[in-house]
């Protein structure tokens, strides 16, 4: 695995000021955070800097207010819910750099946490702007990174402060890139991708990458649709994109190329209406779709074909939901294929990892989000990293 330095390689942090990046993005609704996830997941990194001596300052952006000061966008409406997951109480510093950082760190004791205010309030923040960086940094003895999830924009607190100061990934970070690293990096072999969700287009990227290092690539939801269509099935209403027809075949032949196993649902749930329980509902062959019936979910034998192939693999990969399972029945497959790989992770037999906004909530669904060995929040930055790029936030915590 490539190397970056962690948290067990800071000598003596007492006095010392850590400026220290998180996700603190948490959803909002009437000024209240709704979900506290994201503050929950860096709470470990903070106090243990804390706890250590460290003059903590936290960097954080919140919204996207696109380079200006938006009062509805001060992290101090984040101070209350940190507060409440740290259990410590905070000081809110309505600037980045400057004086009124310095002057509030005259008053801080070893082990205080400071709130800084959102970074993205300036424009240097995006752009990267090494002027800014040092600004930032010259309030800091070292820089830690404990925001997976914001590391694959290069921006002043994510990538440039990484180059200012000796830097290292906080306890979330490190977490994530090891559990992407048995997933994908340096996996048990044999390993098995779940690629579903609603459209091939947003995720081309990711099929033409895992096809030459996964050994079972099993698509579902709205995308083996497309798929079937390549195949020359006629898939009715379903949401297809049938002009990615020769992109799926180009996908279909570098898979053969790799001796990866792509699979199809052979069966499948279908309806006339995409409603709750339709009276319309039917399992059918795929071969046997009529022209006014859409493909909702994959089919029960399918589904049970699915777990045989999980049974015989060391490594699970997952990311999209194999039918529209926000709305019952169909999410049928999608919770029995979760509760297989679950059950297989229990059992030692399965290293699980699974990330996307739509996958943590259907698997959150099914119950089982908490027995996968590692589940990613964080939406983009596992999706780039899925497609095998580099996230430049990350690669700045390696070693040279
Ligand atoms: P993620 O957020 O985990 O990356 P996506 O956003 O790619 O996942 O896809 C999730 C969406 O795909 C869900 O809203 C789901 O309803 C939809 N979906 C899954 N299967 C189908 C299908 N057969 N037809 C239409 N939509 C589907
Ligand atoms: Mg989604």
Redesign the pocket.
């Known amino acids: 695995m490539a190397q970056f330095r962690t948290l067990d390689e800071l000598g003596d942090v007492h006095s010392k000021v850590a400026l220290v990046r998180v996700d603190l993005n948490l959803p909002m609704a009437d000024g209240r955070a709704t979900d506290l996830t994201r503050a929950r997941a860096v709470a470990p990194t903070i106090l243990e800097l804390a706890d250590a001596g460290a003059k903590v300052l936290l960097l954080a952006h919140f919204g996207r207010p696109k380079g200006e000061r938006h009062s509805t966008m001060s992290t101090s409406y984040l101070q209350g819910a940190v507060e409440e997951v740290l259990g410590r109480k905070l000081m809110y510093i309505s600037e980045v750099s400057g004086p009124v950082v310095e002057q509030a760190l005259t008053i801080f004791r070893p082990g205080d946490i400071g709130l800084l205010e959102n970074t993205r309030f300036w424009p240097g923040e995006e752009k990267n702007d090494p002027e800014f960086a040092r600004a930032i940094a010259a309030h800091g003895d070292f820089y830690v990174n404990d925001a997976f999830s914001a590391s694959h924009r290069a921006h002043a607190s994510t990538e440039g402060l990484a180059h200012l100061l000796p830097a290292y990934a906080g306890r979330a970070m490190q977490a994530e890139l090891e559990a992407l690293d048995k997933a994908l990096g340096n996996p048990e072999k044999p390993v098995a991708a779940v690629v579903?969700?609603?459209?091939v287009s947003?995720?081309l990227a990711v099929l033409e990458h895992l096809v030459a290092r996964v050994d079972h690539l099993i698509i579902?939801?709205?995308m083996?649709?497309t798929f079937l269509a390549a195949r020359g099935v006629a898939v009715g209403k379903?949401?297809c994109e049938h002009e990615l027809t020769a992109k799926v075949e180009e996908i279909m032949e570098a898979a053969d190329r790799a001796a990866c196993t792509v699979h199809l649902p052979y069966d499948v749930v279908i309806a006339t209406e995409f409603a709750p329980n339709p009276p319309s509902l039917r399992t059918c062959n795929v071969h046997e779709v009529a022209s006014e019936e859409?493909?909702?979910?994959v089919g029960p034998q399918a589904t049970e074909a699915l777990a045989d192939v999980l049974k015989t693999c060391r490594t699970l990969i997952w990311?999209?939901?194999?039918?529209?399972?926000?709305?019952p029945p169909?999410d049928v497959a999608t919770v029995a294929l979760a509760r297989t790989a679950a059950a297989l992770t229990r059992e030692g037999s399965l290293v699980s990892v699974a990330?996307?906004?739509?996958?943590?909530a259907?698997l959150n669904h099914a119950g089982v989000a908490q027995e996968f060995s590692y589940v990613s929040t964080a939406g983009g930055a596992f999706?780039e990293w899925m497609e095998g790029r580099e996230l430049p936030g990350v690669a700045a915590l390696l070693r040279s």
């Open positions: 579903g969700g609603a459209k947003t995720k579902g939801g709205g083996a649709n379903s949401l859409m493909i909702l979910d990311n999209g939901p194999l039918g529209a399972f926000e709305t169909f990330g996307g906004g739509d996958t943590v259907a999706l």
